[in-house]
Nanobody, 113 residues
Framework: VQLQASGGGLVQPGGSLTLSCAPS????????MAWYRQAPGKQRELVAL???????EYVRSVKGRFAISRDNAKNTVYLRMNSLQPEDTAVYSC????????WGQGTLVTVSS
């Protein structure tokens, strides 16, 4: 299964973006999923997760600004990001909550004026 993340781009501080993630080339059904990010020179970190009952959790640095959601009909997981700051700049990827699937390329989010 290949997880494809999209929706990244260049945004000014205070701006918003919505990322999408869906599997391609397989019948994999997204359920308990997570968004991760990796900033230049840093380790990958989990920023948001959603379980099969749509309970969500967030890393402290994005709580109140980011929202993870899932559309079962579209088999897609989303990450709505508001009030973006330069420190949110990273490559964002999705995976299971344990990172058990092959990592895709992710989508680059750059927050800069």
């Amino acid at each position: 299964v290949q997880l494809q993340a999209s929706g990244g781009g260049l945004v000014q501080p205070g701006g918003s973006l919505t990322l999408s993630c869906a599997p391609s080339g397989s019948h994999y059904r997204v359920r308990s999923m997570a968004w991760y990010r990796q900033a230049p020179g840093k380790q990958r970190e989990l920023v948001a997760l959603i379980d099969d009952r749509t309970n969500t959790e967030y890393v402290r640095s994005v709580k109140g600004r980011f929202a993870i959601s899932r559309d079962n009909a579209k088999n897609t997981v989303y990450l709505r990001m508001n009030s973006l700051q330069p420190e949110d700049t990273a490559v964002y990827s999705c995976n299971t909550m344990t990172g058990s699937l092959p990592w895709g390329q992710g989508t680059l989010v750059t927050v800069s004026s």
